[in-house]
Antibody
């Protein structure tokens, strides 16, 4: 079964860091670009970051650029999101998603169930 | 404010067809070539309905169809069903390796 499982969310104070992980199974992880997408409860979807299959192409939303870093370990079938200098507005449900291409596009066909990040003092 | 604008809500009766528009307000996007559509039910992960304007992934009903003209893309849902009631998002991406979602449209089945 093709599956993505996120972990690492939780309650964190403003200014602190958190690292999200996404474990992939059921497909050749290193054939696909991967993404992080978030959704504030009651609000719309926001693309956060994307990374190509060989990690040679990466992109970030302006709202997280310079604070968040996406990475992957193809040997471990895992995607990561290092989140530094967290702000209250980063509070959201974070989804890991698989692109249908090996390059970063806007078409993700496999999604995890999300991990919740709450930034609050 | 998203670079892709969608109507906040669209409604229709069962069996009818509805169309959701997605208008790009950024010159960075090539919505006439690269646009995807997602369905999002509360508490569920997004589901890809359409990619590259017109293509349906395997398993997606042919009741969902996409098109684009100029700076506007559209998703049409034919034969509206109760389970189609959800939020719908368009998306596109740029050569600068960034993607963006539209503002989202709530579809109500009357």
């Amino acid at each position: 079964e093709v599956q993505l499982v996120e972990s690492g969310g939780g309650l964190v104070q403003p200014g602190r860091s958190l690292r999200l992980s996404c474990a992939a199974s059921g497909f050749n992880f290193d054939d696909y670009a991967m993404h992080w997408v978030r959704q504030v409860p009651g609000k719309g979807l926001e693309w956060v970051s994307g990374l190509s299959w060989k990690s040679d192409s990466v992109g970030y939303a302006d709202s997280v650029k310079g604070r968040f870093t996406i990475s992957r370990d193809n040997a471990k079938n895992s995607l990561y999101l290092q989140m530094n200098s967290l702000r209250a507005e980063d509070t959201a449900l974070y989804y890991c998603a698989r692109d249908i291409h090996h390059y970063v596009s806007d078409a993700s066909d496999v999604w995890g169930q999300g991990t919740m990040v709450i930034v609050s003092s | 404010q998203s670079a892709l604008t969608q109507p906040a809500s669209v409604s229709g009766s069962p069996g009818q067809s509805i169309t959701i528009s997605c208008t790009e307000t950024s010159s960075d996007l090539d919505i006439y070539k690269f646009v995807s559509w997602f369905q999002k039910h509360p508490g569920k992960a997004p589901r890809l309905l359409i990619y590259d304007v017109i293509h349906r992934p395997s398993g997606v009903s042919n009741r969902f169809s996409g098109s684009a003209s100029g700076n506007t893309a559209s998703l049409t849902i034919s034969g509206l069903q109760a389970e189609d009631e959800a939020d719908y998002y368009c998306s596109s991406y740029t050569a600068r390796v960034t993607a963006v979602f539209g503002s989202g449209t709530k579809v109500t089945v009357l």
